[in-house]
Nanobody, 115 residues
Framework: QVQVVESGGGLVQSGGSLKLSCEVS????????IGWYRQAPGKEREYLAR???????QYEDAVKGRFTIFRGTTKNVVYLQMNNLKPEDTAVYYC?????????WGRGTQVTVSS
């Protein structure tokens, strides 16, 4: 079983920055990808970014150029650096461990951007 824990959310003013962390533990494979998603109130969960095990990254258009996904010094921690935050970025942010046998979600961390 794989555990996924997000942290780093909070309240920030429009134009500010936050850095979210995603830590995976448990029975992880040697190779896996990490995805970041978010869900705003009354909306469906949406994809934001993905970091492949080989280091490639992909971003959804709404966050491209503002958000950066990267791995920390240890493989099991992945970050989402969020800059120039906007009120519409307010949501619960989720991390997903992605592997062939199956995926695991974290419980999310709240990000609130005030105008």
């Amino acid at each position: 079983q794989v555990q996924v824990v997000e942290s780093g959310g909070g309240l920030v003013q429009s134009g500010g920055s936050l850095k979210l962390s995603c830590e995976v533990s448990g029975r992880t494979l040697s190779a896996y990808d990490i995805g970041w998603y978010r869900q705003a109130p009354g909306k469906e969960r949406e994809y934001l970014a993905r970091l492949w095990d080989n280091g490639l990254t992909q971003y959804e258009d709404a966050v491209k150029g503002r958000f950066t996904i990267f791995r920390g010094t240890t493989k099991n921690v992945v970050y989402l650096q969020m800059n120039n935050l906007k009120p519409e970025d307010t949501a619960v942010y989720y991390c997903k461990y992605i592997s062939g046998p199956g995926d695991s979600w974290g419980r999310g961390t709240q990000v609130t951007v005030s105008s």
